[in-house]
Nanobody
Framework: VQLQASGGGLVQAGGSLRPSCVASGRTLSNFAVGWFRQVPGKEREFVTGISRSGSTKLYADSVKGRFTISRDKDKNTVYLQMNSLKPEDTAVYYC?????????????????WGQGTLVTVSS
């Protein structure tokens, strides 16, 4: 499966963005999906994950209550709704798919990755 992440951009603190992760080649609903983010010099970190069925989700403490992950099976897409953005949310955001029913917090357990989309939050 090929993943294409888009929807990043520049936004002021307190604003919102909704990156999307579109899959091609295979049905994304057959995979658990995670969003990760990375800033230069740091390791890629887990942001949120959604199970294959969409019934189970997990959020990092740093984004809980502000970010929402969802999936649209008809569009073969997973979304990341980002509200109340903070400058510390600035990063390249990556989506990843895992051939499993459940997401993982570990980057090593994902089979496919998108190319990343840059989110910049100004203060």
């Amino acid at each position: 499966v090929q993943l294409q992440a888009s929807g990043g951009g520049l936004v002021q603190a307190g604003g919102s963005l909704r990156p999307s992760c579109v899959a091609s080649g295979r049905t994304l609903s057959n995979f658990a999906v995670g969003w990760f983010r990375q800033v230069p010099g740091k390791e890629r970190e887990f942001v949120t994950g959604i199970s294959r069925s969409g019934s189970t989700k997990l959020y990092a403490d740093s984004v809980k209550g502000r970010f929402t992950i969802s999936r649209d099976k008809d569009k073969n897409t997973v979304y990341l709704q980002m509200n109340s953005l903070k400058p510390e949310d600035t990063a390249v955001y990556y989506c990843a798919a895992r051939q499993s029913a459940l997401y993982s917090r570990s980057v090593d357990e994902y089979d496919y990755w998108g190319q990343g989309t840059l989110v910049t939050v100004s203060s």
